[in-house]
């Protein structure tokens, strides 16, 4: 089967760009139904990002993130990477993975590791042997860097994992769950350098459960589900719930307020020194506030309530499941 | 590079393992058995060679024991040709099997590494070290000979790369199994079954297995097989020709090599059309 290809691309701007990335698994001997994994899934990531992409069980971020990189054929649709047509062996140079279940010859030390999948890279020797030098440090792995991997834990791993998908100093990075088996001081350490790394200009693509994790490091994200892209937007978007303001105040509420609000359908809920109105509109929230300091009450502060993005996911699935 | 970075690579991976070693280690006894057991004695009529302190051939000038000699390496080579196919397979089945487990694939895949280039450097990987340790073996037994009866067969050394060659056509019948079943066990299964029996039928056809139908259609079907699959028992009775110093028919290489192009081909279009 052929597939039409993109036109190449000269701006770069998008680190990833797919257009309609169809993929459905079919049964060669027609034994089960076809499976359909991807359904029209177009995305822009842009260069310079981290960008999460969630998702359920079965959503499809697997099977999005191997068609990127090549272990999967797409049914339809196109992609590019670093503005390069895929499917593509070279762009692979730029390109680091760490993927979810990832496994390293147990005989090798990581300084071995490093240099087969540095020289996998096509890198020169001497270049590895350089950048090895930089990374083992980077990732906490230095004092450990003779001993065998059989005998590295989870979260040892993890970090060797995130030094191979680094070896190649590549500008995208596909990084499947980063902090899977990592202690929480570790978990830190991983989003730092994610941060910093971001900083120095890479895009990474994260693919993760850990929707807080997400959340604190990501400028953007994608909600997919049963192989489509529900939503997309930064984290601020995602999480902004229009109609939930915390209003901070000072002092007791007279009773009053109490009575005059109810009267005018304003609902609100008071714990400590925090009062969260809904409103439906800004209008209302306006008249929330003067009928505040119509009675008095003296406000400390004034802000739209977030949802966290586990939240917003929540909802957000909920209502797709929704009859 | 990526192909030498990954051959380097299988060579460790095996290194890692016992079976290696042990294969080593048989050649080493066998190398130590063949230094103790042959000896030359020089008499009065000319030199006469020793088996475990036997005469086993009548005194003779160094060029009149060149033949004894060179038969007794055939014989050698016969018995290393069987050795290293089955245990070489047995060694190497695993490794491209390996290669595409979960975990694994997606690592080397994440690489600018083509497919056929994944599989072409795991199965060179095997062959160099299955050619290590078969010149290994070869190029002992010729110093053995050299020094303990004075012959050097240059012929028997080279014999070493032709074996090399033969189990690089098995390499490719075992890239095939291991990339359609991702297991170690049905490639072993299918190249001992073919190297035993199969290639054997496939070779006396005309006295064994046209006797069976006298349907066109089975024996063209014989005929095809036989073309189609690397003949590795006419590669066998060619390397008895090359120690022995008899002619060579080259081309008996020429359809085995061919052949394992063809089922190398197959592989890497499988491996090409399968999602990971």
Known sequence: MKYPKPEADSTTVHAILTHSLTKIYKDAFNRHPSVTALRDVSLEVRQGEIFGLLGPNGAGKTTFVKILLGFVRQSAGRAMLLGVPLPNVEVRTRIGYLPEAHRYPSYLTPVEVLMLFGGLSKMPRAAIASRISTLLPLVGLEQWKGMKVRRFSKGMLQRLGLAQALINDPPLLFLDEPTDGVDPVGRKEVRDLLVRLKHEGKTIFLNSHLLSEVEMISDRVAILDKGTILKVGTVEELTRRSNLYDIGVAGEVPEAFHHEAAANVLAFRMNGNVMTAEVKDVQELNRFVDTLRKHGVLITYLAQRKSSLEESFLALLKREMAP | ?276
């Open chain 2, 1 to 276: 590079m990526s192909i030498l970075t990954l051959i380097r690579g299988t060579i460790r991976e095996l290194l890692s393992k016992a079976t290696l070693y042990v294969l080593l280690g048989i050649s080493t006894l066998v190398l130590l058995g063949t230094l103790v057991a042959i000896s030359a004695q020089q008499t009065n009529e000319g030199i006469v060679l020793h088996l475990f302190g036997l005469p086993i051939s009548t005194p003779a000038q160094p060029e009149e024991l060149m033949p004894s000699v060179y038969n007794m390496q055939a014989g050698l080579a016969r018995g290393l040709f069987v050795g290293i196919m089955l245990f070489g397979v047995f060694a190497t089945a695993s490794l491209i099997p390996d290669s595409l487990e979960k975990g694994i694939v997606d690592l080397y895949l994440s690489k600018p590494l083509a497919r056929w280039e994944l599989l072409a450097g795991r199965s060179l990987g095997g062959v160099c070290a299955i050619g290590a340790v078969t010149v290994y073996f070869i190029a002992g037994v010729w110093l053995t000979f050299g020094i303990r009866a004075g012959v050097w067969n240059v012929h028997f050394l080279l014999s070493s790369i032709t074996m090399t060659l033969m189990f690089a056509v098995i390499g490719s019948m075992l890239a095939v199994l291991g990339v359609i079943f991702r297991n170690a066990a049905v490639p072993i299964i299918g190249c001992f079954l073919y190297l035993m029996v199969v290639d054997n039928l496939l070779d006396s056809r005309q006295t064994v297995l046209y006797m069976l139908s006298e349907n066109p259609l089975y024996r063209t079907a014989c005929d095809v097989f036989s073309y189609a699959l690397p003949q590795v028992s006419s590669m066998q009775r060619e390397l008895s020709n090359q120690i022995l110093q008899r002619p060579v028919a080259w081309q008996a290489f020429l359809q085995p090599i061919l052949s394992a192009f063809g089922l190398f081909g197959v592989a890497a279009f499988i491996m090409h059309r399968k999602d990971f």
